[in-house]
């Protein structure tokens, strides 16, 4: 089952259509969103290489500190059925250092799909302005992932069959979070304390829809790459991967048209055991790793490359130079003199993957990505994925950096989804609960402060909202910006671009603020 999803969602996030297939003429698996380009997050995997070497280069800035608690947590928020009243214990993260008192605001981080430690150490945004607001800081997991387990706190029976897993929701994770919020602010005699919600990719989504279904307890939301229209009738299916060939295409010529055509060089080379023995010369596989793998490796490498494609070296999942399409494409368009020459296009492909999966230099080997899952993301997203968060990102045209071409096909998707979890997925389900048709009218009579931040050079820009729909539903745009750019800690070598970006978050912020203590009659 799970490869069979994780043949279909990221990333973010690749395709449930064509789960149980191979490639025609090969033996590469079509891409799939739920492992390697469904989850907005998922995207960033950690692929590579030697134990140990996969945090390579990741540090956590000093300023991060929080203390790390658990809230009792309800497992059924919209039943009175007595097996609705089970709880468990929902961790997350608090620093109220530069909480200046019952008034002052709360930023709470909408945990994504996975361990919410790694959104605490790389949501540098909400760290870096918190000083200025006088706020706290609070990181809450999302039921499913981490150690946020309901069902006696064991992953194992969270996710025994579909009775246990059918608690994890959109809707049931909001409405942790909008319990959790009062409980906190109870506990902290801070009723007027106004709330902020952040988060990023998925965490964006959540944060968006916790904004529209709970006004009442968070008064603004900080939405970074959240595509909320990449759903079935709201977006174009081949747009995804568009993007990403764009990417390419637009950082070098002869780049695109190499990784082009380098997927038929591997796929032949795989189905010979004389090419299996020059894939084996060529690339040294980890133990446990096979030859096979090679192509998947690079499709990830591409796709990762182009949502992360961040202008300063990134440790985000793995260790990456800044601009990391450039770096791809400077590597395959290297001489090729200057490397192996017993087959030149190996030569290349090697190098590209290097970029990606062994920048520092510390990889001994290239290590295959099926069992890889170091922040605990894809049991829960590859049931997400085909239950509800069914996006579109599937189709792959003729012209695409991958290959071969892979027409999208919803009756597929659907068939897919429901072989892979025993049920039938809801691809309608989000749009019913939050909307998505006719989005710019609906939410100026509906909704108010929402920041909306998209880099146009992350595909999963392709389903986010791009132009502001009212003045204080805003979208930031930036043909420059990669996958949650603007929450990612601030660095001397960033560009004024994206200076600017955080600097217009950051007035957007205080006017909000400024409005609901005048709203309030709060003094401060």
Not at 327 to 333: G, K, P, T
Request: charged fraction near 20%; include cysteine.
């Amino acid at each position: 089952m799970e490869k069979v999803i994780a043949a279909a969602i990221l990333l973010l996030l690749y395709c449930q259509a064509a789960a149980a297939g191979t490639w025609s003429g090969g033996t590469r698996r079509p891409p799939m969103p739920a492992r390697r380009y469904t989850s907005p997050l998922l995207q960033h995997r950690q692929h590579v290489v030697t134990a140990g070497a996969a945090a390579a280069g990741m540090s956590v800035p000093a300023m991060v500190q929080y203390e790390t608690r658990h809230y009792t947590q309800r497992l059924d928020h919209f039943n009175s059925a007595p097996s609705s009243y089970a709880t468990f214990q929902q961790r997350y993260l608090i620093n109220s250092t530069f909480w200046r008192g019952k008034t002052s605001p709360i930023f709470l981080y909408a945990g994504n799909e996975g361990s919410i430690d790694l959104f605490s150490n790389n949501t540098g945004y909400m760290w870096e302005t918190a000083p200025r607001f006088g706020a706290m800081l609070v990181f809450v997991e999302h039921r499913y992932y981490g150690e946020s387990m309901p069902f006696g706190g064991s992953k194992a029976a969270a996710y025994a069959d579909a009775g246990t897993k059918g608690y994890l929701t959109v809707a049931q994770a909001l409405a942790d979070y909008a319990s959790f919020v009062q409980s906190l602010k109870g506990n902290l005699s801070a009723p007027e304390a106004p709330v902020l919600v952040f988060g990023g990719s998925y965490g964006g989504m959540l944060a968006v829809w916790m904004r529209l279904k709970y006004p009442h307890i968070v008064m603004g939301a900080v939405a970074s790459s959240a595509p909320i229209l990449s759903f079935y009738g709201l977006a174009d299916p081949y747009a995804f991967y568009d993007r990403v060939t764009d990417d390419f295409k637009s950082e070098s010529k002869h780049c695109y048209e190499f990784l082009r055509k380098s997927w038929a060089v591997l796929d032949s080379l795989i189905a010979t055991k004389e090419g299996t023995a020059l894939l084996k010369s060529t690339f040294n596989m980890c133990n446990g790793s096979s030859v096979e793998d090679i192509p998947t490796l690079l499709e990830s490498a591409v796709v990762n490359a182009a949502m992360t494609d961040y202008p300063t070296e990134s440790g985000f999942l793995t260790s990456l130079p800044a601009y990391p399409v450039r770096e791809i494409c400077r590597a395959i368009d290297a001489d090729p003199s200057s490397g192996d020459k017993s087959h030149p296009v190996l030569a290349r492909v090697r190098a590209a993957m290097g970029v990606y999966y062994n920048h520092t230099g510390g990889a001994a080997c290239f290590r295959g990505e099926e069992d890889d899952d170091p922040y605990g993301m894809y049991d829960g997203w590859n049931w997400q994925a085909c239950t509800e968060m069914v996006l579109m990102t599937y189709g792959l045209r003729n012209d695409s950096v991958l290959q071969p071409p892979w027409p999208f096909n919803f009756t597929d998707v659907v068939a897919s989804c429901r072989n892979a979890t025993g049920l039938p997925p809801r691809p309608y389900w989000i749009e019913t609960e939050f909307g998505g048709y006719d989005i710019g009218n609906v939410l100026k009579r509906s909704a108010s402060n929402i920041i909306f931040f998209n880099g146009l050079r992350d595909p999963w820009s392709t389903g986010g909202v791009l132009k502001s729909i009212s003045d204080s539903i805003i979208a930031l745009v930036e043909p420059k910006g990669a996958h949650h750019v603007d929450l990612r800690f601030s660095s001397k070598d960033d560009p004024d671009w994206l200076k600017q970006v955080r600097a217009k978050e950051t007035r957007i912020i205080a006017r909000w603020l400024k409005q609901y203590y005048s709203d309030e009659a709060i003094s401060t």
